[in-house]
Antibody, heavy 116, light 109 residues
């Protein structure tokens, strides 16, 4: 059974940093591109970032470019999202998702709240 | 990276059909056959219902179907059932990024 488990969420103040992790199981991690998708309270889905199977290519939404960094450790089988200079509008549930052109499997999400 | 446009709501009685549109541009929906659709129940993670415009993942009922014409994709749910009441989002590959739709709340009357 495919599983994705996010961790690392929490409450931070504006300007602070946070690192999310996603631990996959039930499939060969190195065969799949991975993504982060977020959902602000009461709002729709927003694609945040994606990374290739090797980790050599990463893509970002304009809203997070320059502040967030996606990475993966294929030997540790883990996906990361380093979030710096967090803002109030980054408050959301962050999902990790598996896939290249669509998102076939999702985690249950990590809640990130940015507030003073 | 503007969101794809979906109607805010759609509804139908049990057994009826409902169709949700998803309008983008030639840089996303119209440029690639990589449109997907997701169902999300309250408090739950999204679930993939359609990928590559028309394909259904294993386990998704054939009541769900997808199509595309130009810059607009559509999801049709036939034979509506109570459990189909949920939010639905489209998504498209757009070159160096992906973009989601604004979401549609489907109500089963």
């Amino acid at each position: 059974e495919v599983q994705l488990v996010e961790s690392g969420g929490g409450l931070v103040q504006p300007g602070e940093s946070l690192r999310l992790s996603c631990a996959p199981s039930g499939f060969t991690f190195t065969n799949y591109a991975m993504h982060w998708v977020r959902q602000a309270p009461g709002k729709g889905l927003e694609w945040v970032s994606g990374i290739s199977t090797s980790g050599g290519t990463a893509y970002y939404a304009d809203s997070v470019k320059g502040r967030f960094t996606i990475s993966r450790n294929n030997s540790m089988t883990t996906l990361f999202l380093q979030m710096n200079n967090l803002r109030a509008d980054d408050t959301a549930i962050y999902y990790c998702a598996r896939g290249t052109y669509s998102f076939g499997s999702w985690g249950q999400g990590a809640r990130v709240t940015v507030s003073s | 990276q503007s969101a794809l446009t979906q109607p805010p709501s759609a509804s139908g009685s049990p057994g009826q059909s409902v169709t949700i549109s998803c309008t983008g541009t030639s840089s996303d929906v119209g440029g690639y056959n990589y449109v997907s659709w997701y169902q999300q129940h309250p408090g739950k993670a999204p679930k993939l219902m359609i990928y590559e415009v028309v394909k259904r993942p294993s386990g998704v009922p054939d009541r769900f179907s997808g199509s595309k014409s130009g810059n607009t994709a559509s999801l049709t749910v036939s034979g509506l059932q109570a459990e189909d009441e949920a939010d639905y989002y489209c998504s498209s590959f757009a070159g160096n990024n992906n973009v989601f739709g604004t979401g549609t709340k489907v109500t089963v009357l």
